[in-house]
């Protein structure tokens, strides 16, 4: 070593007082600097446990706070997904309107919305919803459950001819399909499965023109009245019938229309004339529909939704009668109903195993349609309905539906149904039956009215009185 370097070095700074090399704590002023436990714990092979230890603890912080992000993005991503879209709806004191319907139909629908399947707070813009999230965008689709197909398909919510959901249709604001995951289903028909029903029949001649005599204006939408004069609507928009009165009688309604275009437009066009036509007020247009039906030469009800034993089970939707309502609020619903169209006769029940048993709940609703001028029928779903007895003390004009035809069953179950059904009116002398329509059974409706012998189809009014309860 150069004496240089010596000058340089100093035995009593530069040399540590520890043995070996090692630095001493009493080397450095500051014991937080330096803590000889915690960094240098040798021991066996040399490596330090609390390293070690410290090592695990960070992996874990890591671990726990990776876990808590997640699950706050899961739970984040639920709120997100199961919440109602309302904010664009939301006004200054903090509640919600629903948008592109009528003030008095939103508010009714707000207050009067039946709870269950078809939750209040998912009553959305342009109709009512089974509770899904529809897109209201232009060219955008909606899942739709599909009746008629695989469980679980899916149809576009699209205005031609599959039906749906239609936001814009802010002319009928009711009249647009309740659409969801529960509740009201849209049977998803395609235009190739009703294209081989042939060439549609010949309408009959203009329809009789909706009577404004016949029509009352309310904050709901125009409904039918009793004219000034005594005029009724069930006997004014009566089809008439041409046949002997003398040989039985079949009626005929076919139900659940409205709801899919292509089907809807394939029952008015191929279904005998004869035959009455009932539309749903889930289905969207049910105006034009009627307009059209009328037109094809059909007598047309509309369906009164009604409670069920099975509720909420088995869902008739926000507009239905309920046992559990007042009768100014049933009755508010049933305004909107009658609202959805003109020209029609009458109404016919749909579910109402429970509420057609109700005296109390029946009295206020039959009273309104006898106020009215408008005829009734009874589905006959359920053993003790109480409808026909109180209709016929009220001189309330109705028919019964005798048979409920299994459209479901193969072709040829549903044409030994029909066969039973004339059969039954070759017996009783009249006979009335259901059926809610599919392309099969449409297809064979039309070859069994060819070969009918002895008996014939007549319009549901004049068929009114006819059956005993």
Do not use: C
């Amino acid at each position: 070593m150069a004496d240089d370097d010596l000058d340089d070095f100093d035995l009593d700074e530069d040399i540590p007082s520890g043995e070996s090399g090692v630095p001493a704590p009493t080397d450095y002023d500051d014991d937080d600097d330096f803590d000889f436990e915690d960094d240098f714990d040798y021991e066996g092979d040399g490596s330090s446990k609390f390293k070690e230890l410290l090592k695990d603890k960070k992996k874990l912080a890591i671990a726990g706070v990776a876990a808590l992000l997640l699950l706050g993005g899961v739970g984040g991503g639920a709120w997100w997904f199961m919440s109602d879209d309302g904010t664009a709806d939301m006004v200054e004191d903090g509640t919600s309107k629903p948008t592109g319907v009528g003030a008095a139909v939103g508010l009714a629908l707000e207050q009067q919305a039946t709870p269950g399947l078809t939750p209040q707070s998912k009553l959305m813009a342009g109709g009512v919803t089974g509770g899904a999230k529809l897109a209201t965008s232009g060219g955008s689709s909606a899942k739709l459950t599909a009746l008629g197909g695989a469980a679980g398909t899916t149809a576009p919510a699209m205005p031609g001819n599959m039906g749906g959901y239609d936001p814009q249709n802010s002319d009928a604001p009711l009249s647009t399909a309740a659409v969801g995951d529960v509740g009201v289903m849209i049977p998803a028909v395609l235009p190739r499965a009703v294209a081989s029903l042939g060439t549609p029949k010949v309408a009959q001649g203009p329809a009789q023109p909706v009577d404004n005599g016949l029509l009352e204006q309310t904050q709901d939408g125009l409904l039918p009245k009793i004219s000034e004069d005594g005029r009724e609507p069930w006997k004014t928009y009566a089809r008439p019938f041409a046949g002997d009165p003398n040989k039985p009688l079949i009626g005929l309604l076919i139900t659940g229309l409205g709801m899919s275009d292509s089907l809807t437009g394939a029952v008015i066009d191929h279904a005998p004339a004869e035959a009455t036509l009932a539309f749903s007020p889930y289905g969207r247009n049910v105006k034009e529909w009627v307009l059209r039906a009328r037109a094809m030469g059909h007598e047309v009800l509309l369906e009164l939704p009604m409670e069920t034993d099975s509720f909420p089970v088995d869902d008739p939707g926000p507009l239905a009668m309920m046992t559990t309502k007042s009768p100014a609020e049933n009755l508010k619903l049933l305004s909107l109903i009658m609202a959805q169209a003109q020209g029609y006769n009458g109404f016919v029940a749909e579910f109402g195993s429970r509420f057609l048993r109700d005296v109390k709940a029946m009295t206020p609703v039959l009273g309104e349609l006898k106020a009215r001028g408008l005829f009734f029928m009874d589905p006959r779903t359920v053993e003790g309905s109480v409808s026909l007895e109180m209709a016929d003390k009220m001189q309330l004009a109705r028919a019964i539906a005798d048979i409920k035809i299994n459209t479901n069953a193969a072709p040829s179950r549903v044409r030994a149904q029909l066969d039973t059904l004339a059969a039954v009116a070759r017996n009783q002398g009249v006979s009335v039956a259901m059926m809610q329509a599919t392309p099969k059974s449409l297809e064979v409706l039309k070859n069994w009215v060819t070969t009918l012998d002895g008996v014939q189809l007549s319009p549901m009014s004049f068929l009114a009185g006819r059956q005993t309860s």
